[in-house]
């Protein structure tokens, strides 16, 4: 009988036996509790047990229990043991049964909590599956000599009231299998002796307080089963840790640094997505590690498979990448193995594919094994990408500082922001150098060339202040997980198209606003190095009439580090394409004439920038009324332009580059090529005034002709041949100085076409004629932007 009391049970009822792993206290131990279980309890004890017998609805487990029952010297059994010390009750367990249905509704956790209460000196209290409910009240405070709390397996809900925080001596608290929700407080990581924590299969959420880092003493650290979240705080003061159980939450992207007495480490199930610190080679006492179902990346250490403890290994479905040996060394102990789904290759251990004990699985990696569920070499080889992009260090700093360029460059001239962004470029900077902890912060090197480079470059800045009135956020580099989060992992759902310029996802970013996101295939064997001027061209492509560039992302090969894939990220302009409001029978949807002339501004505006707002211009195009996108304000912005980098992205280059300058020599065509944007533009111009497609050149060129014919008669015949949902709004003057633009821009010599800035003169003298032929209270209608200005 008294073997059934585990080592525990002794230390509490001896609470000066504080060494008590000596030999000489625990037998000194048993013999006090001889003598305490002839003890009598108080009678009022007495009828608060039988209240909460009462409470718990009589549950079978209790059936025993009466008023003329002796409960000191009762013998303990699996579910019930009551334990007194000096006539009162220091310990109370009641374990019930598994799936214990919830107590009826007439229950009331605070009257159950209100009644054990009165039971002081609780020290130990233990109610299992019992069927509680409810929020767990703050009065438990009062049981404050209370070291461990265990209510595994009921059904308490809301937060870890704030009250037990006062229960400093309280070293282990379980609260598994219960629905308890919210944010763990900063409070729970101050309990001075803490040394079990477990709180698995809840609803709690949010990331830990960084006060966790200071439970110096816990030994279990059990969080598995919840929605947490982030970044963990740093655990290497966590000396005494044993057990740290994050399973199945959204931990990541970073593992924390660890102590190396660390017995069970099960990080399954989460979004770490670093390489294995090298740090787990030295944890000898490692019996368990599941790293499964995360995205770890970089080498596997086959060091791991000979961790003196080892008997557990688990890094199925992560990105991994190394190669096996048959002669690589493993533990003896070993008797799971779970390497499957990871960029594996080589061959079987034989330590492991000999082993009769041991559970050996592999499948889906590299490896030379002669079975058909591995892939193909080059399958690893491709697919080893270097995710390696670690998210920046401090979210908040980056954006905080940007607002405020936002609001001070609007208030304060060129000068003074210019002096911010040296002092904040150089902090960067400086920061960076600090520290550099890996080789693969890819996006840190690339921002540093980047914002290097902006420096230098005054039009770029210039450029930057003007946009802060449009209220684009800063050009940055993106982290892939930010991709991730934005596309739900590039899920179906946000596809939005596959073209010549690769395929395109929508995406909607943490701040809420929404991006479209190009992603491009790039052939290997290109450092991110050598892409840093295509970067630097694409970050200056921020403008009123473009779809700005937000940022990039470059993914990288693991092996060779050359980018596999690089991700430019845009503004999302959510109004429908140009064509949308102009033809196709969207009556409700048709720009009015001032509108169509201030989109066309806005079109032309935006091929100068892309030919003169830019060093080097951007050309060629092959500009198309769906690539024009209108946004909420129905400005109109140019979607999609000839970057020299689409030429580079792998297999499909398509039209778009056909249509630039194979040859330097070929200077002739290298003068025209700002007027190829001209006569696209042309085409474009002739739907917004006809309200007709032009499916072919040649059809262009047919109705050209028409247009031609027409300018020359009069108003009447000029009229029939506009735009039905225009004919009747647009002033004659300005309809006749928009058909004769448009057919000088479709002119096959390309000599004779017009200049970009020709075109606008001609745009804005329409706009301007028509403003002042209109009424006055027509104009509300009109964007606002549509003042005719010359600069
Ligand atoms: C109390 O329970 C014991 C058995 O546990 C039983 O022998 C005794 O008769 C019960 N007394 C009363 C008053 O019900
Ligand atoms: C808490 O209760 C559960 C369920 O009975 C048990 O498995 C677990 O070992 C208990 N924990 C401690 C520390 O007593
Ligand atoms: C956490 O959950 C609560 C409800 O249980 C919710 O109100 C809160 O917004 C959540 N917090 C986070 C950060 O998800
Ligand atoms: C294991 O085998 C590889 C080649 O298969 C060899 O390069 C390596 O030296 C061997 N290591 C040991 C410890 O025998």
Known sequence: MLSAFPLTLVRYMLPMAKGFKHQAFVFLGVILLLINQSEQLQSSQTHTLLRLQLLL???????????????CNA????????????????????????????????FSMDSFVTTLVKLPDLRVLTLVSLGLWGPLPGKIERLSSLEILNMTSNLLYGTIPHELSSVTGLQTLILDENMFSGQLPEWLGLFPVLTVLSLRKNLFNGSLPDSFSMLENLRVLALSHNHFLGELPDLSGLTNLQELDLEDNAFGPRLPRLSNKLVRLALGKNMFRSGIPSELNSFYQLQWLDLSFNRFVGPFPLSLLSLPSITYLNIADNKLTGMLFENT?????????????????????????????????????????????????????????????????????????????????????GIVLLGLIFMFVRRLNANKTINKPTTRLIREKASIAYTSKLLSDARYISQTMKLGALGLPPYRTFSLEDLEDATNNFDTTAFMGEGSQGQLYKGRLRDGTFV??????????????????????????????????????FECYLDDSSVSRIFLIFEYIPNGTLRSWISGGHS????????RISAAIGIAKGIQFLHTGIVPGVYSNNLKITDVLMDQNLVAKISSYNLPLLAESAGKVGHKTSALPKDPTNSSRVNYEDKVDVYDFGVILLEMILGRQSKSRNEAQILKNQLQTVVATDDVTRRSIADPAVQTSCSDQSLKTMMEICVRCLLTDPTERPSVEDVLWNLQFAAQVDSMSTSPSDSPSQPAHLHVAFH
């Not at 609805?57 to 409960?71: G, K, M, Q, R």
């Open 57 to 71: 609805n009589y549950p079978d487990i209790l059936s025993s229990w009466n008023s003329s029952v002796a409960f």
């Open 75 to 106: 013998e303990p059994t699996a579910q019930v043991t009551v334990v007194c010390y000096e006539e009162s009750i220091t310990q109370l367990h009641i374990i019930g049964n598994k799936g214990t249905p919830s107590l009826p509704r007439s």
């Open 329 to 413: 060394s493993c533990n003896a102990e070993l008797g799971f193995v779970d390497l499957s789904s990871n960029l594996l290759t080589g061959h079987l251990p034989s330590c492991l594919s000999d082993s009769k004990d041991a559970v050996f699985l592999y499948r889906r990696n590299c490896l030379t094994t002669g079975n058909e569920n591995q892939n193909p070499l080059t399958f690893c080889r491709n697919e080893a990408l270097a995710v390696g992009i670690l998210p920046q260090r401090k979210k908040s700093k980056l954006p905080k500082v940007s607002l405020a360029f936002g609001i001070i460059g609007g208030i304060v001239g």
């Open 516 to 553: 479209a996101i190009r992603c491009l295939k790039m052939k290997k064997n290109h450092s991110t190095q050598s892409f840093m001027h295509h970067v630097e061209l694409i970050s200056k492509l921020r403008y009123r009439h473009l779809a700005s560039a937000l940022g990039h992302c």
């Open 588 to 595: 409700e949807r048709s720009l009015t004439w001032p509108q």
